[in-house]
């Protein structure tokens, strides 16, 4: 039996269902806020450029409400924000009784992490940049650890793309960078990896929900891979999948603006069930969901053991 299965509605979003002019709307952060699920979708427009959008749903699955205008544009004080803002991840930060938002905002220098935070959805303030460029695929544990936030973010550093962690006392000064996640070389994620939606706490550990790169003759596929972090030493890697568990298989992974590519970005865990909001082929958004035993399951019979505590490649 499949590990994630598509709910029958797919897309769940699309860009013909926008109340005002989009070309694509993917790469959604998730978080119940309401007694709803919320999303902040990545929309992109008709320059190429990126901003973020809420969409409302009672059950998230359908019945969405749709913000009519922009929810978060570049904002003009912020030079890194210059060519949009994308692919939002969403925590709660219980200490600060407020939500991260940490974004990719594309500046001339490349594309850099940013955060913003906000108590309701409504009041949102900006932080800036936490790292240089390049780097992306950025999200906040929900919890400190001795103290200090965690960041897994993914820097291109000589070419080579893996996940990293960083930690930082006060979210604005980031340290201790380790390599948590590297590309496997030969494997399904041989060429790039990022995390997909924040990571996700579980009795057994934190579950990393990742995307991986295969560049092939006719372009790059992105799958979706599962790995499994210490709950207290989260630099280290319990378990990490061998397989992926979802990839471009229907016609809407494959058809849009980028052919073959399964992106998630956000996670709301209900009643067991995983829901996972992905950007399919960066033109809609769609849901794919599985117990979270099940997942906890597959790992430790797929997984491969964390051989490498600090992640060297
Ligand atoms: C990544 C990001 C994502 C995008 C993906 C596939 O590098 O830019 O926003 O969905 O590529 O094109």
């Avoid at 003759?217 to 999948?241: H, I, N, Q, T």
């Amino acid at each position: 039996m499949e590990l994630f299965r598509r709910y029958g509605g797919n897309p769940v979003l699309s860009p013909d269902m926008w109340p005002y002019p989009a070309n694509s709307v993917f790469n959604p952060g998730a978080v119940e806020h309401g007694g709803e699920t919320l999303l902040l979708v990545r929309v992109e427009d008709f320059r190429g450029f990126s901003h973020l959008t809420i969409a409302r749903s009672a059950d998230g699955l359908g019945g969405w409400e749709i913000s009519p205008r922009p929810t978060l544009l570049p904002d003009p004080g912020y030079a890194e924000e210059r060519w949009g803002l994308e692919d939002p991840r969403i925590v709660w930060l219980p200490d600060r009784g407020e939500y991260a938002i940490t974004y990719v905002s594309f500046s001339k220098g490349g594309p850099v992490v940013s955060l913003i935070t906000t108590p309701d959805f409504q009041q949102f303030t900006r932080h800036g940049a936490l790292v240089p460029p390049e780097d992306k695929d950025a999200a906040l544990f929900p919890v400190t650890f001795r103290g200090k936030y965690a960041l897994i973010h993914r820097p291109i550093i000589r070419g080579q793309a893996h996940i990293w962690i960083s930690f930082s006392p006060d979210l604005r000064y980031w340290g201790d960078h380790r390599i948590l996640l590297p590309v496997r070389p030969g494997w399904w994620d041989c060429h790039r990896v990022g995390l997909g939606p924040p990571p996700i706490g579980t009795e057994e550990g934190w579950l990393l929900i990742y995307h991986g790169v295969r560049i092939t003759a006719s372009g790059s596929l992105y799958r979706v891979g599962l790995a499994l972090l210490d709950p207290d030493e989260p630099w280290r890697v319990v378990r990490r999948a061998s397989s992926w568990v979802l990839g471009p298989r229907e016609g809407y992974e494959f058809h849009g603006d980028v052919p073959g590519v399964t992106f998630p970005t956000g996670a709301i865990v209900s009643k067991g069930t995983l829901r996972l909001y992905y950007g399919a082929a960066d033109k809609v958004v769609c849901l794919a969901y599985a117990d979270l035993d099940d997942i906890l399951l597959f790992l430790r019979e797929d997984g491969v053991e964390g051989d490498r505590p600090l992640g060297e490649p």
